[in-house]
Nanobody
Framework: QVQLVESGGGLVQAGGSLRLSCVAS????????MGWFRQAPGKEREFVAV????????YYANSVKGRFTISRDSAKNMVYLQMNSLKPEDTAVYYC????????????????WGQGTQVTVSS
């Protein structure tokens, strides 16, 4: 069982930055690929970014490529999402997720999910 807790959401103006953090309870954190997802009101949850178990590869949704960066610190059981040049359309609840397979995460599926953190970008 893996518990995930996100933090770092908030209200920011368009063009600003936020860094989301997610701490995992897993003893074998390095066994899991990690991902970030988001869900805006009235929309389905969508894939944002994923990082492989080793941290050696990352993948992004086209809508965030070049603006968002996913990273992990396995010594601290942490995964981060640095969000720059934020746009109003980035407004959503952001979720952290873990799965053995980064391919599964890229399909917006995961074995474990956090409770989410709200990000609101004002225009």
């Amino acid at each position: 069982q893996v518990q995930l807790v996100e933090s770092g959401g908030g209200l920011v103006q368009a063009g600003g930055s936020l860094r989301l953090s997610c701490v995992a309870s897993a003893r074998t954190f390095s066994n899991y690929a990690m991902g970030w997802f988001r869900q805006a009101p009235g929309k389905e949850r969508e894939f944002v970014a994923v990082i492989t178990k080793s941290g050696g590869s990352t993948y992004y949704a086209n809508s965030v490529k070049g603006r968002f960066t996913i990273s992990r610190d396995s010594a601290k059981n942490m995964v981060y999402l640095q969000m720059n040049s934020l746009k109003p359309e980035d407004t959503a609840v952001y979720y952290c997720a873990a799965d053995y397979s980064y391919i599964t995460l890229a399909r917006t599926k995961a074995d474990y999910w956090g409770q989410g953190t709200q990000v609101t970008v004002s225009s």
